[in-house]
């Protein structure tokens, strides 16, 4: 019961850092939408663009904690294995980063 509990909790905490990370993607989308060619430099606009790119990424890895977190908990289903390999993600053309999905339990290497 008490794991089921810590499941919940989990999934709930991780649902408002969400929904937190969505809101920051709103605000920069506003900020953005004064932006014009007429009334922004060149480095504005990029800048805009990048925050708006790191912020929709880090919203992409939150949510897959979520579905990971709703694995365990028995609320998901499972996706498929290939889901979870290590994704390759450019936010611009001179940064290359690589990230894993988080994973649930019962794939975890542990497991």
């Known amino acids: 019961m008490l794991s089921k509990l810590a499941d919940a909790e989990r999934i709930l905490e991780i649902a408002k850092r969400l929904r937190d990370e969505h809101r920051k993607y709103a605000k920069i989308q506003e900020r953005g939408a004064?932006?014009?060619y007429a009334n922004s430099t060149p480095k504005?606009?990029?800048k805009f663009t990048?925050?708006?790119n790191y912020q929709a990424h880090h919203i992409v890895k939150i949510e897959t904690e979520l579905?990971?977190?709703?694995v365990d908990a028995g609320?998901?289903?499972?996706r498929d294995a290939s889901e979870y390999k290590t994704?390759?993600?450019k936010p611009t053309g001179w940064h290359e980063y690589e990230w894993t999905?988080?994973?649930p339990r019962s794939l975890s290497p542990a497991a």
Do not use: M, V
């Not at 579905?67 to 709703?70: D, T, Y």
């Not at 609320?75 to 499972?78: G, T």
């Open 67 to 70: 579905h990971a977190a709703a």
């Open 34 to 36: 004064s932006l014009s």
């Open 101 to 103: 999905p988080a994973r």
């Open 87 to 89: 994704r390759t993600w």
């Open 44 to 46: 504005q606009r990029e």
């Open 50 to 52: 990048n925050d708006l």
């Open 75 to 78: 609320l998901a289903e499972i």
